[in-house]
């Protein structure tokens, strides 16, 4: 990456020299000092600037050179709004070891397809925090103080209308303080609070009972734009009983998307069981219920292969208590089976085996 920006930089920095050939170009002289009305080294200051081709110094009047090159340090003083949108400027360079330095409240605005090549070791840095555009090319907002993601930007990198300096390289879409699974009753609530959020669309949640397998139960709508801490929750009303997986997927508007990380909560299950692991010709399965027996209760075991493939079904009498069973697998071959109950349609218990 660090070759293909040198070598844009360098196609780029020959293209203006040769250009500077034929147009002029304002050049910063020193920069050192940001005080007073019209101090030394700020933007304004006629002093700060020489030009080639004769033209005038440009602290705030008319800029009839393309090129604006910053070989020293040059600082954007407290509530100044450099504005060239006008002007004829095409390319700010930053060379090596030089800075362009923002104050509070302070504003550049750039005609629009201006480009910014930045050299390596070159810097353009805020000194303290402040609400407005930072920089700004045409009408695109390059740097935004209202979610200030860098206190600096460094070389070498080349800065067009495309650019935009937070998403590229420091904030993610969501910035995420906490994501937590809490189990009220016999439900599970969902939790997330976001510090910040760009661009953002929609939070799609996924349950799992494994943390392998998901399944979206849910989308809530994002905030598409935050730079406060916001609190999103949601009741998972019928979990299973047992250990529940959690996952998000957050989705950008323009189809992107990130995972949080995965969380659980445990419900206290009515079934609990022990299985003989490995097992030879002979299986022992213990099954405890909680629930009273009722006629319309139907019990089964079904035995999967890796293949998803059924191997083995039986119905099962299921009492509240302790239930003790025992199957003959002599006809499995040697591998990894899944032992599954149902109570009537639905899973109540789910186990891997391993037979010799």
């Not at 550049?108 to 407005?132: D, R, W």
């Not at 189990?183 to 976001?194: A, C, K």
């Not at 639905?346 to 186990?351: E, L, V």
Request: proline share 3%; charged share 15%.
């Amino acid at each position: 990456m660090k070759k293909f920006i040198t070598a844009v930089l360098g196609i780029l920095l020959y293209t203006g020299v040769m250009h500077a050939q034929s147009n002029s170009a304002y050049t910063i002289r020193s920069g050192d000092r940001c005080n007073g009305q019209n101090p030394d080294g700020a933007w304004l200051t006629n002093n700060t600037w020489h030009t080639s081709g004769g033209l005038s110094t440009p602290p705030e009047g008319h800029w009839q050179g393309n090129k604006i090159i910053i070989k020293d340090n040059i600082i954007i003083c407290n509530n100044d709004d450099i504005d060239l949108s006008n002007s004829n400027v095409d390319t700010l360079i930053i060379r090596s070891g030089s800075s362009l330095n923002y104050r509070a409240n302070s504003t550049l605005i750039l005609p629009a397809n201006t480009v910014i090549i930045m050299e390596e070791n070159s810097f353009i840095t805020v000194s303290n925090q402040s609400q407005g555009t930072l920089l700004q090319i045409g009408n695109d907002s390059i740097w935004g103080k209202e979610i200030l993601c860098t206190i600096e930007i460094d070389g070498p990198r080349v800065i067009t209308n495309d650019t935009r300096i937070c998403e590229e390289n420091i904030l993610l879409p969501v910035e995420l303080l906490s994501f937590n699974a809490d189990t009220i009753g016999s439900t599970i609530m969902l939790t997330w609070v976001t510090l910040s959020e760009i661009n953002t669309d929609y939070y799609e949640i996924q349950h799992s009972l494994d943390a392998v397998n998901w399944n979206k139960i849910e989308v809530v709508d994002a905030s598409e734009f935050s730079s406060q801490a916001k609190l999103y929750s949601w009741t998972h009303n019928n979990p299973v009983k047992a250990v529940n997986y959690y996952r998000i997927r957050q989705v950008d508007q323009d189809g992107e998307f990130m995972y949080f990380p995965i969380i659980s909560a445990s419900l206290k299950s009515n079934w609990s069981h022990t299985i003989n692991n490995p097992i030879n010709d002979q299986m022992h399965l213990s099954i405890h219920s909680n629930i009273k027996k009722e006629s319309a209760n139907l019990y089964s075991l079904k035995i999967v292969n890796l293949n998803g493939t059924s191997v083995y079904k039986e119905n099962l009498s299921i009492n509240e208590g302790t239930n003790n069973f025992q199957f003959n697998l002599s006809h499995l071959k040697g591998g990894i089976y899944f032992i599954k109950v149902f109570s009537g349609t639905n899973q109540i218990i789910s186990d891997k085996v391993i037979k010799w």
